[in-house]
């Protein structure tokens, strides 16, 4: 599975950005999709899964009621929607895929990251 992440960018406090993640391979439905994210001098932090059939999702604490994740299993592309945002959401933004099982400390594929900038 390859993964392709984009959608970041420059926003102000309080603003919405969408980011989006679309994946190679026909086993794209097998695996749970995520988002983790990354700011400077810090360690890369998960933020979001929904699992193969978009039913269940879980958040971050931090994010929890202004983030949305979802995915289309039929384009293969899995969507963040970021809504109320602040400057510590500042990162950079990974899209990840792990089997059904397993761990989110346990990544299978990772995307190559989008930078998300939120000023205030």
């Known amino acids: 599975v390859q993964l392709q992440a984009s959608g970041g960018g420059l926003v102000q406090a309080g603003g919405s950005l969408g980011l989006s993640c679309a994946a190679s391979?026909?086993?794209?439905?097998?695996?749970?999709m995520g988002w983790f994210r990354q700011a400077p001098g810090k360690e890369r932090e998960f933020v979001v899964g929904?699992?193969?059939?978009?039913?269940?999702?879980y958040y971050a604490d931090s994010v929890n009621a202004r983030f949305t994740i979802s995915r289309d299993n039929a384009k293969n592309t899995v969507y963040l929607q970021m809504n109320s945002l602040k400057p510590e959401d500042t990162a950079v933004y990974y899209c990840?895929?792990?089997?059904?099982?397993?761990?989110?400390?346990?990544?299978?594929?990772w995307g190559q990251g989008t930078q998300v900038t939120v000023s205030s």
């Open positions: 391979g026909r086993t794209f439905s097998s695996y749970a």
């Open positions: 929904i699992y193969r059939s978009g039913g269940s999702t």
């Open positions: 990840a895929a792990k089997k059904i099982g397993s761990s989110w400390s346990n990544v299978d594929y």
